[in-house]
């Protein structure tokens, strides 16, 4: 197993830096804007998302989790039954402006559950898509992310590992990790 670095800490600050500029850019006052991270990974995303929104604006946007497990294609496919995590949107999304955030985009069905699994809470007046990693070329659903932190070209056979500190790890670095030797 090959693992080559694809941003340290540094890089992923000044990458999540610049999708909160695009974010201000867009969403102005953010007064009709909510977040939704997707669990499981994409809420460390979205909580610092949110924060450094905060700092920047001086406003507090909602944030919410949300989990799609239910709501998978493959959900009763698998061997092992899949882990649901929280969903806590303790606010509605009709009519929102919504900002979905998901750690890595890959084939695209998690995204398309997501979207499945939002709608209970209201229909949105808009959902925009925030990746740190966009996989190029490995979609199975035309789905595509409005900003994207690093786009990676991968084979099927690599993985994107996203360790933040707010996860537990010493720093925050992502990884393009090669399964095959």
Excluded at 27 to 51: C, D, T, Y
Excluded at 109 to 131: N, Q, S, W, Y
Excluded at 170 to 175: A, G, L, P, V, Y
Aim: glycine share 4%; hydrophobic share 40%; net charge neutral.
């Amino acid at each position: 197993m090959q693992k080559k670095l694809i941003l340290d800490s540094d890089l992923l600050d000044i990458t999540l830096s610049r999708l909160c500029e695009q974010l201000i850019e867009n969403h102005g006052s953010f007064q009709n804007s909510v977040i939704l991270g997707m669990q499981p990974r994409g809420i460390f995303l979205a909580e610092q998302i949110q924060k450094k929104l905060k700092e920047l604006t001086k406003k507090e946007i909602p944030l919410g989790y949300l989990d799609a497990t239910f709501y998978r294609d493959d959900f009763r496919r698998r061997d092992t039954p899949a882990k649901a995590s929280e969903t806590r949107v303790s606010f509605v999304i009709e009519g929102k402006q919504v900002i979905l955030i998901d750690d890595v985009l890959f084939t695209g069905r998690t995204v398309r559950a997501a979207l499945d699994a939002m709608i209970a809470f209201g229909r949105p007046e808009k959902v925009e898509l925030l990746v740190l990693v966009d996989r190029t070329h490995t979609r199975d659903l035309p789905i595509a992310a409005d900003y994207v932190g690093k786009y990676v070209n991968t084979i099927e056979s690599q993985r994107v590992l996203v360790e933040l500190e707010a996860q537990g790890y010493k720093q925050n670095r992502i990884w393009l990790i090669n399964n095959q030797d």
